[in-house]
T-cell receptor, first 113, second 112 residues
């Protein structure tokens, strides 16, 4: 099992550009979560999906952030336009039961300059 | 504010010692608690969990204790090894169907 796969591992972009982060959950897992990690705020839940349906997006900071899960094996988190304060590590996690047994990907380190 | 938090941001121990990492939570309705370990450059990794109807659970070299009276959670690591050096997070699920909420983390440093 390859685990949760995120791409890219690192992304450096200029302010105002669109950024798309990608996630492939573990096959068979029906819950998918996007978190953001910064030194100041720790790990924050942005949004999560059950069976490809967004359940709670209250953590999405602004309308500049959007997430989709078009099928059970793929999700994207898009930031448009990006700002320097969006710089963080973005993690995707998946779970088969929705409880604490989340498997996290290795994260995407985003730097907006 | 944060629903889940940690008492100490850093903990330094000698190899072979036992480590205790503490966590306080504020929501008495929380039903499920988990400890995660995060090594540098990696995502959080599940260590051990405990439900609110239990007060202790043991794994391999790790024990989680839950005191609901004072809303306190702790992770005990026996015979700490250098490979245990990482950031440890407690996390909770407040109610079924919601997602994990993480505390800020404690950095454990193990010296040989």
């Amino acid at each position: 099992d390859a685990g949760v796969i995120q791409s890219p591992r690192h992304e450096v972009t200029e302010m105002g550009q669109e950024v798309t982060l990608r996630c492939k959950p573990i096959s068979g897992h029906n819950s998918l979560f996007w978190y953001r990690q910064t030194m100041m705020r720790g790990l924050e839940l942005l949004i999560y999906f059950n069976n490809n349906v967004p359940i709670d997006d209250s953590g999405m900071p602004e309308d500049r952030f959007s997430a989709k899960m078009p099928n059970a094996s793929f999700s994207t988190l898009k930031i448009q336009p990006s700002e320097p304060r969006d710089s963080a590590v973005y993690f995707c996690a998946s779970s088969s039961t929705g409880d604490g047994g989340y498997t996290f990907g290795s994260g995407t380190r985003l730097t907006v300059v | 504010g944060e629903s889940v938090g940690l008492h100490l941001p850093t903990l330094s121990v000698q190899e072979g010692d036992n480590s205790i990492i503490n966590c306080a939570y504020s929501n008495s309705a929380s039903d499920y608690f988990i400890w995660y370990k995060q090594e540098s450059g990696k995502g959080p990794q599940f260590i051990i969990d405990i439900r609110s109807n239990m007060d202790k659970r043991q794994g391999q070299r790790v024990t989680v204790l839950l005191n609901k009276t004072v809303k306190h959670l702790s992770l005990q690591i026996a015979a700490t090894q250098p490979g245990d050096s990482a950031v440890y997070f407690c996390a909770e699920i407040i109610q079924a169907g919601t997602a994990l909420i993480f505390g800020k983390g404690t950095t454990l440093s193990v010296s040989s």
